[in-house]
């Protein structure tokens, strides 16, 4: 087990399951409520490499949730979701060493872009001006300025693809393939790919969801 969910609503707690799959192994998730936590067995394989909780809404509530579930599964990230954001909640997670504090109502691509980020060694808290972290002063007109072919990379990027399958899946070499990502990266003021599909996906800038096609192959890029 290396990803432990902890949300109170079972519909959410499958809703956020099933996200979780999308970039964890499935097999290595455990999904459990508050209340679940104070049966859980000490001889569970600790520490988790990812935890992911779930906030009520109540400070004092959520605060010992957050306390007692880093004591007991000793995670190396922490993901908090809110369903209300809580300055005081906010800054204390910030000092307890959490790396990402994002809405329950995100997007799935949203959410796992964060995810994604958060397990890259990267963090996402919400920004005082509504902006994506680590996103510069670059105007957003000239952010969705893209080529058709940088959209269609970008796109694969926030898909989780390496640079072999972009290149395989758009006909292109590997090396036009990290050209076109450094471009992406430059433009999205990102240090790697997770940072520039959470700050993509934040930014609207892809289609959710959106499954391409296979182009023709063109090794000129």
């Not at 569970?44 to 959520?62: F, H």
């Not at 007692?68 to 000793?74: D, E, G, I, K, L």
């Amino acid at each position: 087990m290396t990803t432990v969910l902890i949300e109170d609503y079972a519909l959410l707690r499958v809703a956020i399951q099933h996200v979780l799959e999308r970039v964890r192994n499935a097999d290595d998730i455990l999904a459990i409520s508050p209340a679940h936590l104070l049966n859980m067995s000490s001889s569970i394989n600790r520490p988790v490499e990812l935890l992911v909780i779930g906030c009520s809404g109540v400070a004092d509530q959520d605060l010992g949730l957050i306390s007692q579930s880093m004591a007991f599964f000793m995670p190396r990230l922490v993901l908090v979701l809110y369903s209300a954001l809580d300055p005081a909640v906010m800054g204390t997670c910030a000092r307890a060493g959490v790396a990402g504090y994002l809405p329950k109502a995100s997007s799935p691509d949203a959410l796992a872009a964060a995810v994604s980020l958060v397990v890259a060694g990267g963090e996402c808290y919400p920004q005082p001006a509504g902006r994506p972290q680590g996103v510069s002063q670059t105007p957003l007109h000239e952010l969705r300025e893209l080529t058709q072919r940088q959209e269609e990379i970008l796109q694969l990027l926030v898909q989780g693809k390496t640079m072999r399958e972009i290149g395989q899946h758009v006909g292109i070499s590997v090396a036009t393939v990290k050209s076109h990502a450094r471009t992406l990266y430059w433009k999205l003021n990102a240090r790697n790919q997770a940072e520039a599909a959470y700050i993509a996906v934040q930014m609207g800038l892809v289609r959710s969801g959106a499954v391409l096609p296979p182009a023709k192959k063109d090794l000129t890029g």
